[in-house]
């Protein structure tokens, strides 16, 4: 069965940090094409960012020097590094995924066709 299980989320004062993981299994995690998007009440779903099957990162500019992601090929992680917290990053955050083989790919690619999707976690930053 293919399956995304994030974690991670949680409530922190602005300025904090926190890191969402993302457990995949079913599928060919190491070159998958897979993201971070986040969807804030009353606001459509946006990226985060993403990590295409060659390991090249695309950031959206809200993320790019707060936001790392990452992924461990070992136990089929892919993680999500968040400082610097603000209020506006207040949001369900998912993790989803493309089962095969995306080289060059961005968020808005990833967005159409992705087709896993992780039931989403929480996170919350007070000011």
């Known amino acids: 069965e293919v399956q995304l299980v994030e974690s991670g989320g949680g409530s922190v004062q602005a300025g904090g940090s926190l890191r969402l993981s993302c457990a995949a299994s079913?599928?060919?995690?190491?070159?998958?094409?897979m993201g971070w998007f986040r969807q804030a009440p009353g606001k459509e779903r946006e990226a985060v960012g993403c990590?295409?099957?060659?390991?090249?990162?695309t950031y959206a500019d809200f993320a790019k020097g707060r936001f790392t992601i990452s992924r461990d090929n070992a136990n089929d992680i892919l993680y999500l590094q968040m400082n610097s917290l603000k209020p506006d990053d207040t949001a369900m955050y998912y993790c989803?995924?493309?089962?095969?083989?995306?080289?060059?790919?961005?968020?808005?690619?990833?967005?159409?066709?992705?087709?896993?999707w992780g039931q989403g976690t929480q996170v919350t930053v007070s000011s």
């Open positions: 989803a995924a493309a089962g095969r083989r995306v080289a060059g790919g961005n968020c808005a690619i990833l967005l159409l066709i992705a087709d896993t």
């Open positions: 079913g599928f060919m995690f190491s070159s998958s094409f």
């Open positions: 990590i295409d099957s060659d390991g090249r990162i």
